[in-house]
């Protein structure tokens, strides 16, 4: 996915850390996106980084083998960026 934009949340997608609304934070999100085209949305990088600590908990089923991409909203631009460079 190299290159690839971020998918973008849904008005009703929760963050799977603490459950609220991610719409509510545009400025903040963050994103965990799958191989195959499932994708989480976080309303902050802390959760994000939470979530990727654990994801027994917050994904039962899923490796990080499975992850395609991640983003983050870099501070100043509040843009999108690759979570991993």
């Known amino acids: 996915m190299a290159g690839a934009l971020p998918p973008k949340p849904g008005e009703r997608d929760l963050c799977p850390v603490c459950g609220m609304l991610v719409s509510r934070y545009p400025h903040w999100i963050a994103v965990v996106a799958y191989r195959d085209g499932h994708a989480h949305f976080f309303d902050g990088a802390k959760d994000l980084f939470k979530y990727l600590g654990n994801l027994p908990r ?5 490796s990080a083998s499975d992850i395609a991409s991640i983003w983050v909203t870099e501070y100043y631009g509040l843009t999108r960026i690759d979570a991993r460079r």
Not at 58 to 62: I, V
């Open 58 to 62: 917050y994904a039962p089923g899923r």
